[in-house]
């Protein structure tokens, strides 16, 4: 099983502290890395690849420290937020050299598979420079691909990529995930991250604001009031015995049911069956209505 452990990993440049005292172990599946622009993704991802020593703590891949261990890359593929393909040459020639680099047995082989896993393989003998942006880009992440990496570090992975496009690279990014490779991926589209991974590492001002999956993280904030949208077969008289629960935080009527804040998530939860038995009440639909993505990550970046 393929991980990549982080212990009290810091990094600065000067006086200008980038990553600071970050500890998470990633193991199979995919994460998504979020954060604010300059809070420290990209930093955190080219240590993991071994572009960046740690100032402090201590970071590994497999078992081994990813700073001067060019064998690390055996395992491990990067894309990363930099475009590095050279133009003059064909998807075919870019990745068939990145195959021969890793010096694969049948190099051949290997870069075919990885252009067809990318949907690249009817426009690999065109030059780079002719491609648009999505196609550059999915051409760099085929030649991470080509040696079959057990992990994955993508750096904006998404950048140009159109509606289509994407759509397929959340499916490759699926498959990897249940053929057990681990995939960290870093967006500033909250909605590709939820589409992709419900588990997430939030980093904030170069720490590590929250981990885990983001629908718990969000049950967990019990200083922010959590909103429910229900409907019921009476609204009004539901309305009305909720509101002298202490679970609850308030309650507003509207055309389209009721919106009920509450301080717990799980008392809430408990309570709301009891009261609409008591009053008669049929529950139609219960949902959270603020335990997206972007309303967790709002949350964080705020506090």
Request: hydrophobic share 45%; charged share 20%.
């Amino acid at each position: 099983m393929s991980t990549v452990e982080l212990r009290h990993v810091s990094r600065w440049y000067g006086n200008v502290v980038a990553v600071n005292d970050v500890t998470m172990t990633l193991g199979p599946g995919v994460t998504g890395l979020l954060g604010p622009n300059g809070a420290g993704k990209t930093t955190l991802l080219h240590m993991m690849a071994g572009f960046l020593a740690p100032s402090q703590g201590e970071l590994t891949v497999d078992g081994r420290r990813a700073w001067r261990n060019p064998e690390v890359y055996r395992a491990l593929g990067l894309v990363s937020d930099r475009e590095a393909a050279h133009g003059f040459l064909s998807a075919w020639q870019f990745v068939l050299a990145t195959a021969r680099l890793h010096r694969l047995h049948r190099p051949e082989e290997a870069a075919r598979w990885a252009l067809t896993q990318l949907d690249l393989q009817d426009v690999q003998h065109r030059r780079i420079s002719t491609f648009s942006k999505g196609m550059r880009q999915r051409t760099r992440v085929a030649a991470a691909l080509v040696h079959r990496p057990d992990i994955l570090l993508l750096d904006e992975p998404f950048n140009g990529m159109d509606p289509r496009q994407r759509m397929h690279m959340l499916g490759l990014l699926h498959r990897m995930a249940e053929d057990g490779a681990t995939v960290l991926f870093s967006s500033h589209i909250l909605e590709e991250v939820e589409q992709v991974s419900g588990t997430v590492q939030v980093i904030v001002a170069g720490r590590l604001a929250a981990s885990g999956d983001y629908r718990t993280i969000r049950r967990l904030m019990t200083h922010r009031p959590h909103v429910f949208a229900i409907r019921s077969t009476d609204d009004r008289r539901l309305a009305v015995a909720l509101v002298g629960e202490p679970a609850v935080a308030g309650v507003d009527i509207g055309p389209s049911g009721l919106t009920v804040r509450a301080g717990d998530y799980g008392a809430f939860a408990r309570v709301l069956p009891k009261v609409a038995v008591h009053e008669g009440v049929r529950v139609r639909q219960v949902i959270p209505s603020d335990e997206s993505l972007e309303s967790v990550f709002a949350y964080l970046v705020a506090s």
